[in-house]
């Protein structure tokens, strides 16, 4: 199993900034891609920006110029720089893993997806 360990949500004013970081560990694993998606109170959980193993990255139009993702490959870290926030962003903000997972031997167990526990963003008006 893979575990991810995400930090630096909080409550922010309309026009600044908040960085978001994730680190993944567990079982050896090799990460497809990595990224975020958010969640607000009855609505679907959506992407906000996405690294994949080749370096694409995908953003959600609505973060596009405000939001940078970035990976730290040895550290299997994955950070989201958000700034001119407004409150619209506010949301819990949930770190993602596509993973090829690999037991005894090196033997590839499959692929699977693993979640944060998600961290909350608020942005006052």
């Known amino acids: 199993q893979v575990q991810l360990l995400e930090s630096g949500g909080g409550l922010v004013q309309a026009g600044g900034s908040l960085t978001l970081s994730c680190e993944a560990s567990?079982?050896?694993?090799?990460?497809?891609?990595i990224g975020w998606y958010r969640q607000t109170p009855g609505k679907q959980r959506e992407l906000v920006a996405i690294?994949?193993?080749?370096?694409?990255?995908d953003y959600a139009d609505s973060v596009k110029g405000r939001y940078t993702i970035a990976r730290d490959n040895a550290k299997n870290a994955v950070y989201l720089q958000m700034n001119q926030l407004k409150p619209e962003d506010t949301a819990v903000y949930y770190c993602?893993?596509?993973?090829?997972?690999?037991?005894?031997?090196?033997?590839?167990?499959?692929?699977?997806?693993?979640w944060g526990q998600g961290t909350q963003v608020t942005v006052s008006s």
């Open positions: 993602h893993v596509n993973a090829d997972v690999y037991g005894i031997a090196s033997r590839r167990l499959g692929e699977y997806l693993f």
């Open positions: 567990g079982s050896t694993f090799s990460i497809n891609r």
């Open positions: 690294i994949g193993r080749g370096g694409s990255i």
